[in-house]
């Protein structure tokens, strides 16, 4: 079984761009979460949308934005870019249910400079 | 504040030494999880515990949730080089079923086994 991909896995943009990141999660699972990882602030949640609905939010501005499409496969967005948006993201997908074991893709590392 | 508080922050010991992680909170968990990330990587998940006072055990790591389902450990017999990681649990609070599908991290335990 194929685990979660991100793609890309690095990515440089300058202040004030916007940047798409992409996750592909495992087949089957239907939900997918977000999550912002930094040395100062840990595992940060974003979002996690399941069957394509935004199931749950997390205390992020409006610039952070996402999307499922129905063959589960998440896209998430940051539009005008902050130097303080450098971070690992991560995705993760679960099957959704009461356990929400979720399974990591390896992360795109954003640099904003 | 962090719902699940971790500790220590910080863990330097030598190979064969023996090391125990804490995850504590004041709300109750429906389920508790261990993860571990290694740099570059993705967390990944290790242990699920669910039952108040169980106990899972993988090879050398011993995983216990508590009576109360509030704290959970992670104890690591003879630590090897191979177990550095960050280690972060996390769980599903009990009386927050309108968030079904977002699970809570701790910040973490950073371990470091030297040779």
């Known amino acids: 079984k194929a685990g979660v991909t991100q793609t890309p896995r690095y990515l440089i943009k300058t202040r004030g761009q916007q940047v798409t990141l992409s996750c592909s999660p495992i087949?089957?699972?239907?939900?997918v979460s977000w999550y912002q990882q930094t040395p100062g602030q840990g595992l940060q949640f974003l979002f996690e949308y399941f069957s394509e609905t935004q199931r749950n939010k997390g205390n992020f501005p409006g610039r952070f934005s996402g999307r499922q499409f129905s063959n589960s496969r998440s896209e998430m967005n940051v539009s005008t870019l902050e130097l303080g948006d450098s971070a690992l993201y991560l995705c993760?997908?679960?099957?959704?249910?009461?356990?929400?074991?979720?399974?990591f893709g390896p992360g795109t590392r954003l640099t904003v400079l | 504040t962090q719902l699940l508080e971790q500790s220590p922050q910080f863990l330097s010991i030598q190979e064969g030494e023996n090391l125990t992680v804490y995850c504590n909170s004041s709300?109750?968990?429906?389920?508790l999880q261990w993860y571990r990330q290694e740099p570059g990587e993705g967390p990944v998940l290790l242990v699920t515990v669910v039952t108040g006072g169980e106990v899972k055990k993988l090879k050398r790591l011993t995983f216990q949730f508590g009576d109360a389902r509030k704290d959970s450990s992670l104890h690591i017999t003879a630590a090897q080089p191979g177990d550095t990681g960050l280690y972060l649990c996390a769980g599903i609070p009990a009386d927050r079923g309108s968030t079904l599908g977002r699970l809570y991290f701790g910040r973490g335990t950073q371990l470091t086994v030297w040779p």
């Open positions: 993760a997908s679960s099957l959704g249910d009461v356990r929400n074991e979720q399974f």
């Open positions: 709300s109750v968990f429906s389920s």
């Open positions: 087949s089957g699972h239907r939900s």
